[in-house]
């Protein structure tokens, strides 16, 4: 009787423990795939001219400081300087380089 009482428990235990590991893991969301260049580039193609002129570049962005840059960053993308970017201007531009000023928050963990 009591071999069988000890085994009930042992088992008992086990389950509970493994359960708690259970618990303790994250659920792991899946991960949204990102737009590529090419959805991006025709989302705001709203005229479906194959390029973008600045007003489609910037869209609906509101806030002053933000326009600045991207008028800077427009004019940089536009390699050819005729006012409008085509796909292949926006493919080739370069990565931006992070920024400096700023130090990177870690985030907090759960």
Known sequence: ????????????LSAGVALAQDAGKKKEKPKKPGK?????????????DGK?????????????????????????LDTDGDGALTLEEVKARPKREPKKDKPKKDKPKK
């Open 52 to 76: 973008l002129s600045l007003d489609e570049f910037k869209g609906k962005v509101k806030n002053e400081e933000a326009l600045k840059k991207m008028e800077v960053r427009f004019k940089k």
């Open 36 to 48: 590529t260049v090419e959805e991006i580039f025709k989302a705001k193609d709203t005229d479906n």
């Open 1 to 12: 009787m009591r071999t069988l009482l000890s085994l009930a428990l042992a088992f008992a």
